[in-house]
């Protein structure tokens, strides 16, 4: 079973600033060179012009132009009074905000706030895709303006203004930062309504680090926060439409060889709103074997006998606790974080805000896909076909087929290799090893996984061909 096999160890870091060290099965792929994948390193002029996902167009709200001569002199002498205020404090803010894309703190402020809340995966890839469609929307929004008005920079007018970071390669107005802060702030205070003024306040801070580095222009924020807050307003109506309220008033199939249980989880979200796909059934796969059948009598089997290992053991119970239940949108963002950094996105935030849109798209429509063909057919799990079986942990409440762990990181990473080829060996690996340390710990059977894999690949599928005409080329 672990022949070619070696192991890696990853560290990392978890809300409260524990540090976990993850063991993750490689198959070989690892010991690869990972490049860094080669990117068009423009200053994605033409953004404005990709396609939107709740805009009309990026020159929907587009805004009226910076100001005059006189105001912008005044703006750069308020610059020039903030360079006194630059102590370490300042600095480390700078520094904070400034780490990556302008999307890449908000998603780990996203995650953090989930993670706090327990919130399971189904609804926090749902949260993330709206989050992130927010953002993509402004930031594309916000070069439709850029490029039409070309504001330079504050220091290109004012050499005596030094900024503390390099200009962006893009021109100033409207601050990118800003956008993004606004869009984010505003769909999380919706989200989570009983922290909306620490989003505010770090919406603030954001902004704010923007003007003590010396980089834009009070304008410029000014005007970007209320830019991401008119598209985030858009996300927050469609947040509402997309059916993750509705209760279930289905049941329980009561004839022998379907899943039983109380209260399944998730039962209605087959019929949430889709963003790439048609709708969830879209990609409905055919029926599972009867429970009765010689193919799940094999596919039990090989759950039965599968020989338990400290490492196979350790490995499954990653991925349900570590990785996986409750946390595997916090482990597959985290993956595209460090795909984002490693590519040198830091300034090309239209590219970033894109990568997270798509990434979290394709994890909340195959989430969807996933539990619509799981409550069409009701497959019972290994212990119920064997009550004599014991899986290595609790079986998550919800039918068996297909497998959502494979479902869901098929889906993610095939568009994180689309999106970062010279990684995809490894994304590819660590969505195989999920899917098999489902058998590992006896909670899935074979076909479950096999169909979860290509139903995950037929969303990411959808998701690659939206990406392939947004007009990005």
Not at 106 to 116: E, R, V
Not at 256 to 280: D, I, M, R, V
Request: hydrophobic content about 45%; proline content about 7%; charged content about 15%.
């Amino acid at each position: 079973m672990f022949e070619n096999v070696s192991f890696r160890f990853f560290r990392y870091r978890v809300p409260g600033a524990v540090i976990i060290t993850v063991m993750l099965l490689s198959f070989g792929l690892f010991n690869q060179a990972v490049a860094v994948p080669a990117v068009n390193l423009q200053t994605e002029s033409d953004a404005g012009t990709w396609t939107t996902w709740v805009l009309e167009s990026g020159s929907q709200f587009r805004l009226d132009a910076p100001p005059n001569d006189a105001t912008t002199t005044a703006e750069i002498a308020e610059l020039l009074a903030m360079v006194g205020l630059r102590d370490e404090a300042a600095l480390q803010q700078i520094a904070y905000w400034n780490a990556g894309p302008p999307a890449y703190r908000w998603n780990q402020i996203a995650i953090n706030a989930m993670l706090k809340r327990g919130l399971p995966a189904n609804m926090a890839f749902r949260n993330l895709a709206l989050l992130h469609v927010a953002i993509y929307d402004a930031t594309v929004a916000a070069w439709d303006s850029k490029y039409a008005y070309n504001r330079p920079r504050p220091s290109e007018l004012e050499p005596a203004l030094a900024p503390v970071i390099s200009n962006p390669p893009n021109p100033s107005y409207p601050s990118e930062y800003a956008v993004t802060a606004g869009a984010a702030s505003a769909v999380l205070a919706w989200l989570f309504p009983d922290e909306d003024q620490v989003f505010e306040d770090m919406a603030q801070a954001a902004v704010n680090s923007r003007l003590l580095a010396g980089v834009e222009y009070p304008s410029d924020v000014v005007s970007g926060l209320a830019l991401g807050r008119q598209v985030a307003a858009l996300v927050i109506e469609y947040g509402k439409a997309d059916g993750s309220d509705a209760k279930w008033e289905g049941s329980i199939p009561t004839e022998p060889g379907y899943w039983t249980g109380e209260n399944p989880a998730f039962a209605s979200q087959g019929t949430w709103k889709t963003w790439a796909l048609t709708s969830g059934d879209q990609f409905r796969p055919l029926p599972p074997p009867a429970y009765d059948s010689e193919q799940l009598a094999a596919d039990m089997d090989e759950v039965r006998t599968f020989e338990r290992t400290p490492a196979s053991n350790a490995i499954a119970m990653f991925w349900e606790f570590g990785a996986g239940g409750r946390r595997i949108y916090w482990f597959w963002n985290d993956v595209g974080n460090r795909a984002i950094l490693e590519s040198g996105w830091n300034t090309h935030a239209p590219l970033a805000a894109r990568a997270y849109a798509l990434v979290n798209i394709a994890a909340d429509d195959s989430a969807i896909a996933c539990f619509e063909a799981k409550y069409t057919y009701w497959a019972m799990r290994p212990f119920q076909l064997d009550p004599e079986f014991k899986p290595l942990f609790t079986t998550p409440n919800h039918p068996s087929y297909p497998s959502a762990h494979s479902c869901i990181s098929t889906a993610v990473a095939t568009v994180l290799a689309d999106l970062f080829p010279t990684n995809a060996a490894e994304v590819l690996a660590l969505a195989q090893e999920a899917s098999e340390a489902r058998i590992w710990g006896g909670i899935h059977f074979r076909i479950d996984i096999v169909v979860g894999a290509k139903l995950g690949q037929d969303v990411a599928g959808a998701v690659i061909a939206h990406a392939n005409s947004d007009g990005s080329g």
